[in-house]
C-alpha cells in the first residue's frame, strides 16, 4: 500500500467551556436530514452530549465506528472527583446505548465532519457552538491507503449482525423482485 | 404534513386514567400560532368561569411554543396555563429548560390535563407509549429528588422530568413546577398540579420536527446567532450592567450586587438600605457566590448562561436563575449571600415561586412585629433572621399552623388574619406579590405596564425600551444608531426627546400617546414569544435582541409554512391579547383591579393615570371598563368571544 497524504480533521472539545445547551445536537441532525435542514431531533444527532446536570457532567462525545456487540467489561473513571463511565468517552454505535443509531431503523450513524459540496468551513456542531466547548482544528499526516466500507456496507453489516445473513439476503432478494 | 409543531395533543383524563392523542386543527395554529395563544384558545372554549382553580373541571396545560424544538435558537420554553388558585384569573406561568423540546420530539404540542387522579401518579411520555405510573414512593420527595429518582427508576437518563414537591402537593398558592434548571413558578400553576394529584411528567422524545422551507430558515437561525455574537461584542453603554446584554439578568455570572442591594427594597418591600454594599460584602459575597457556582448553564438550544449549577458543601446540588439568590436573603434581612444559596436549595426541593414566597414570610414577620400575628402563632420559631425563615418555609410547604393561612400568599392571608394584617398587603396587583422595588416619580410606560399586565409580573411584559431617558443627546444618538428592531421610526424619536429632567420627563413625557405605543410594541413581542415558545431573554426582555417584529415573520413562515408578515403577526397577537383578556373579564376582571401598589411610586398623579388608563384601553379597542368590544373582537375573528360576553352583560350594549 502506498503513502498518501491526508487532512486529519479535529474537533477540541473543552468540557469546562460547555453550557449543556445541546445546539450541537440539533444543528447536526438538521445538517444530515434528507433534504437537508427539513427536520431536527437529536436523536439522530452523531454528536450527543452525555449530560447529568446533577453532577456537572457535560461531556460532548462524537458518533465513530459501529460495533456489533459491547465490551465484556465496564470500566469507570473518576476525573476531578466526577465519576464517568468509559462508554461516556466511547464513540461507538453499540448495542448497550440508544445513541449514534437511527431511532426508527436502529442503523448505526457515524460523524463525517459535515462533509459537503461546497465544503463547510467547520463541522457545523462547532459552528453552532458559540461558547468554544468545540473548536476545529486541521492538520496534514501521511498515512496508509486504505479502502474505507461505503455507508451502505456498514449499514448492511448491521443488519446482518441483527437479523442474520440468509434473512438479509432474502429481504434485498424480495425487494428486488418487487422493483 | 405539518411543519415546527406535530400537530397533535395529549388529553389525559386524570378520573378516568383515560389518555389520548388527538390532532389538532391546522387553522388555529394560523389563528394563535401555539403556545399562549393556543392554550388561551382552549382555556376559554372549555373553562368556563364558574370553574373553580381546584375543581376537576379546571384543565392545566402544558404547551410547546410553535417554533419550540425547531433549531430556532432559545425556542424551549414551555408555557403552562390553568386558573390560578391565587389570582382566580387565567395563569400563565413559563418555564425555558429541556422539557418542551423533548415533549415535541415525543410527537405533541401540549399535554392536557383534566380531572384528578385517584391517588398520587407520574405520567410517562416516551413517544408513542404514554402512562400513568403510581407515584405513591415520591410522596413528600423534592423536586430535584423526584427527578433524579424517576430517571433511574426507568432507567432513562436522557428523559426530562417536570416535578412538583411537598408545596404543590400541599397546593400552597404559590407553588412551582420545577425542572431541572427552569420552573413554573408564578401564579400557583404547582397547586393546581398537586391538586390533580400528578407528582410529576416524564418526558422522552426521538421523532423527527419538520421544517417547511429547510434552507431559508437554517439561514435565518445563522442570522439570529449571528447577532447574538454581535451583541456579546457590543454591550448596551449606560445602562447598568444586568441590562447590557442579552438573557435574562445574568444574576449568575454578575457578583457586583450594589444596584440591587441598594436599590430594591429589603423586608416586606419596606426598607431601603443605600448603604449597604461595601468592600468588605463584596468581597465576600464574590467568594460565596464562585464557591457554590460549579457551572454556568443554559437552556436547550440556547448560547446564553443565565442558569448555574449550585452545590453547597453539605447540601445537595441544584440548579438556580435569575434573581432568586437574592430574594430570601433580601426579604430576611441576612447579610450573608450564603444563606440565600442555602435556603433557595430547600426551597427548589419544596417548589415554590422565590419570589413571592419570600415576601409572603417577611410580610407575616412584620405581623408579627406589628403585634397582628402573636408569638403563639410563632411557637417554637427561632429567634435568629436565617432560622426565621427556614422554620416559616417548612410550616407554609406543610401548611402547618401559620403556614397553612400564609400559604394562600398575602393577599387571601391577610383577609383570613384580619386585625388590620391588610394594610399590611402593600405590594400586590391583583392578588399576586410583586418585585420589591419602591420608586420616587412615576414612569408612565411602567405604570400601564404594571397595570395592565395580564402575566401581572412586570419582568414579562417589559423590554425593548429603555427604562430610563440617556442624560446626553450624544448617548441618545449612539444608541438609536443601530436600533433595528423598533417597530416604527417614531420610537427613536421618543428616546431622542425623552429627558431626566423638565417638559419632557417622567411623568408627563412619554406622552400619554407614545407611552400607550411603546408598552403595545413591548407587549406585543412578549405575546409573540409566548406563542413561539421562544425565551424572551433572546427577545422581548432585552434592549437590541436578535428576535424582532422585522425577522419574526419569515421565520415563521420558513419554519411552520404559514404566509406571514407584520401586520398578520400583529394581528395574531391583538387576537392572543384579547382572548386572554375576554378570559379574564369573564371571570370578574375589571378596571378597579388595574392598579399598581400605592406605594410603588412616591410621586403619584391620579389624574394622568386615568387618562393613560383610557388610552391604553382605547388603542386595544376596550370600552372604559378595560372590557374589549363586539367591534374589536369580529375584526380579530373573535365575534364568538363576543357572543358569549354579551348575555353575560361583561359586554354592555354599545
Given at each position: 500500500m ?15 467551556k460547555c ?16 433534504p ?22 457535560y ?7 459501529y460495533?456489533?456487540a459491547?465490551c ?19 464513540r461507538?454505535?453499540c ?11 436502529g442503523?448505526?450513524?457515524k ?5 459537503d459540496?461546497?465544503p463547510q468551513?467547520?463541522?457545523l ?18 498515512v ?7 455507508d ?15 434473512k438479509?439476503?432474502d429481504t ?7 422493483e | ?5 406535530t400537530g397533535?395533543?395529549?388529553?389525559i383524563?386524570l ?20 403556545g ?22 379546571n ?11 425547531t ?9 403552562i396555563s ?40 407520574y405520567?410517562?411520555?416516551n ?8 407515584a ?5 420527595k423534592?423536586?430535584?429528588e ?14 426530562q ?12 398558592y ?11 413558578s ?6 393546581v398540579m ?13 421523532k423527527?420536527?419538520n ?5 431559508e ?19 448596551v ?5 444586568i ?7 445574568q444574576?449568575m455570572?454578575?457578583?457586583d ?6 436599590n ?21 459575597w ?9 457551572r ?13 449549577i449550585?452545590?453547597v ?18 426579604a ?10 442555602k ?15 419570600p415576601?409572603?414570610m417577611a410580610f ?23 432560622g ?13 399552623g ?6 394562600n ?19 400586590t ?10 420608586l ?9 405596564m ?62 400619554v400617546?407614545?407611552?400607550?405605543d ?5 407587549e406585543?413581542?412578549?405575546y409573540?414569544?409566548?406563542?413561539l ?17 422585522h425577522?419574526?415573520?419569515?421565520i415563521i ?18 387576537r ?5 383578556r ?10 378597579a ?12 398623579f ?7 388608563l ?16 363586539k ?16 348575555p ?7
Amino acid at each position: 500500500m502506498s503513502k498518501v497524504k491526508k487532512k486529519i480533521k479535529i474537533i477540541k472539545i473543552d468540557i469546562d467551556k460547555c453550557n449543556g445547551c445541546r445546539a450541537c445536537e440539533v444543528i447536526c441532525s438538521a445538517f444530515h436530514a434528507n433534504p437537508k435542514y427539513s427536520s431536527d431531533n437529536p436523536a439522530r444527532s452523531r454528536i450527543r452530549m452525555v449530560r447529568d446536570p446533577i453532577r456537572d457532567v457535560y461531556l460532548p462525545v462524537y458518533a465513530g465506528e459501529y460495533t456489533a456487540a459491547e465490551c465484556m467489561g465496564r470500566d469507570k473513571y473518576v476525573l476531578d472527583g466526577k465519576e464517568y463511565s468509559e462508554c461516556d468517552f466511547c464513540r461507538a454505535s453499540c448495542p448497550s446505548r440508544d445513541f449514534f443509531k437511527e431511532p426508527d431503523s436502529g442503523l448505526p450513524l457515524k460523524c463525517d465532519m459535515c462533509e459537503d459540496d461546497p465544503p463547510q468551513e467547520k463541522p457545523l456542531c462547532v459552528q453552532w457552538c458559540l461558547n468554544n466547548a468545540l473548536t476545529y482544528e486541521e492538520r496534514e499526516e501521511e498515512v496508509e491507503e486504505d479502502v474505507k466500507p461505503g455507508d451502505v456496507e456498514v449499514g448492511l453489516e448491521s443488519m446482518v449482525d441483527k437479523y442474520g445473513l440468509q434473512k438479509v439476503i432474502d429481504t434485498v432478494a424480495r425487494m428486488s423482485k418487487k422493483e | 404534513m405539518r411543519y415546527a409543531e406535530t400537530g397533535y395533543n395529549l388529553e389525559i383524563d386524570l378520573t378516568r386514567g383515560n389518555i389520548e392523542r388527538v390532532a389538532t386543527d391546522p387553522k388555529l395554529t394560523e389563528l394563535h400560532l401555539g403556545g399562549l395563544g393556543t392554550n388561551a384558545k382552549i382555556l376559554w372554549d372549555r373553562v368556563p368561569p364558574e370553574v373553580e382553580p381546584f375543581s376537576s373541571d379546571n384543565l392545566l396545560i402544558f404547551g410547546t411554543g410553535l417554533l419550540t424544538g425547531t433549531p430556532a435558537p432559545g425556542a424551549n420554553r414551555t408555557i403552562i396555563s390553568t386558573i390560578s388558585p391565587q389570582t382566580n384569573l387565567m395563569a400563565y406561568s413559563m418555564m425555558g429548560g429541556f422539557f418542551a423540546p423533548e415533549l415535541k420530539h415525543a410527537g405533541y404540542d401540549k399535554v392536557i390535563f383534566r380531572g384528578k387522579s385517584p391517588k398520587l401518579v407520574y405520567i410517562w411520555i416516551n413517544n408513542d407509549k404514554v402512562e400513568i405510573r403510581d407515584a405513591s414512593h415520591l410522596r413528600g420527595k423534592g423536586t430535584v429528588e423526584t427527578a433524579e429518582l424517576i430517571k433511574q427508576e426507568l432507567n432513562e437518563p436522557n428523559a426530562q422530568v417536570a416535578a412538583i414537591g411537598l408545596a404543590g402537593e400541599n397546593r400552597v398558592y404559590t407553588a412551582s413546577i420545577e425542572q431541572g434548571r427552569s420552573s413554573s413558578s408564578r401564579l400557583g400553576v404547582g397547586a393546581v398540579m398537586g391538586d390533580k394529584v400528578v407528582k410529576a411528567i416524564v418526558v422522552r422524545g426521538t421523532k423527527d420536527i419538520n421544517l417547511a422551507q429547510p434552507a431559508e430558515f437554517i439561514g435565518l437561525c445563522n442570522d439570529v446567532l449571528q447577532y447574538i455574537k454581535v451583541r456579546a461584542d457590543n454591550p448596551v453603554p449606560g445602562v447598568m450592567t444586568i441590562l447590557q446584554g442579552l438573557g435574562s439578568p445574568q444574576e449568575m455570572l454578575h457578583v457586583d450586587e450594589a444596584w440591587h442591594t441598594q436599590n430594591f427594597m429589603w423586608g416586606n418591600a419596606r426598607v431601603r438600605r443605600k448603604d449597604f454594599w461595601n468592600k468588605e460584602i463584596e468581597e465576600r459575597w464574590k467568594s460565596v457566590q464562585l464557591d457554590v457556582r460549579k457551572r454556568l448553564i443554559s437552556c436547550y438550544n440556547c448560547p446564553m448562561k443565565c442558569g448555574a449549577i449550585i452545590t453547597v458543601p453539605g447540601i445537595s446540588t441544584y440548579m438556580m436563575k435569575c434573581f432568586s439568590k437574592l430574594t430570601y436573603t433580601m426579604a430576611a434581612f441576612v447579610d450573608d449571600l450564603d444563606f440565600g444559596f442555602k435556603i433557595a436549595q430547600r426551597a427548589t426541593e419544596y417548589g415554590v415561586d422565590g419570589f413571592s414566597t419570600p415576601q409572603i414570610m417577611a410580610f407575616a414577620f412584620e405581623l408579627k412585629e406589628a403585634g397582628v400575628l402573636t408569638d403563639a402563632d410563632f411557637a417554637g420559631c427561632p429567634t435568629d433572621n436565617e432560622g426565621k425563615f427556614y422554620w416559616l418555609l417548612d410550616r407554609i410547604v406543610r401548611r402547618e399552623g401559620i403556614g397553612d393561612v400564609l400559604a394562600n400568599g398575602v393577599y387571601w392571608a391577610a383577609r383570613q388574619i384580619g386585625k388590620g394584617a391588610e394594610a399590611f398587603d402593600h405590594n400586590t396587583i391583583k392578588k399576586h406579590e410583586q418585585l420589591p422595588l419602591k420608586l420616587g416619580m412615576l414612569n408612565p410606560v411602567y405604570f400601564l405596564m404594571y397595570a395592565t399586565g395580564e402575566k401581572i409580573n412586570i419582568t414579562q411584559i417589559e423590554g425593548q425600551f429603555p427604562q430610563s431617558p440617556f442624560p446626553t443627546m450624544e448617548e441618545r444618538q449612539a444608541f438609536i444608531k443601530d436600533w433595528i428592531q423598533v417597530p416604527d421610526e417614531k420610537f427613536k424619536q421618543y428616546l431622542l426627546d425623552w429627558e431626566l429632567r423638565g417638559d419632557h420627563s417622567n411623568p408627563f413625557y412619554p406622552t400619554v400617546d407614545m407611552s400607550v405605543d411603546i408598552v403595545d410594541w413591548q407587549e406585543k413581542m412578549h405575546y409573540i414569544d409566548d406563542a413561539l415558545g421562544v425565551c424572551a431573554g433572546l427577545s422581548s426582555f432585552p434592549l437590541k435582541p436578535p428576535y424582532h417584529i422585522h425577522n419574526y415573520p419569515k421565520i415563521i413562515s420558513a419554519a411552520a409554512g404559514i404566509a406571514m408578515d407584520e401586520a398578520k403577526l400583529t394581528q395574531i397577537y391583538n387576537r392572543n391579547r384579547n382572548l386572554i383578556r375576554a378570559i379574564n373579564a369573564r371571570r370578574g376582571l375589571t378596571r378597579a383591579d388595574e392598579k399598581p401598589p400605592e406605594d410603588h411610586w412616591k410621586k403619584r398623579f391620579p389624574e394622568l393615570e386615568e387618562k393613560l388608563l383610557d388610552a391604553y384601553y382605547k388603542f386595544k379597542g376596550w370600552d372604559n371598563r378595560g372590557i374589549p368590544t363586539k367591534k374589536s373582537l369580529q375584526e380579530l375573528d373573535l365575534a364568538y368571544v363576543a357572543e358569549d360576553l354579551e348575555p353575560r352583560g361583561i359586554i354592555k350594549n354599545e
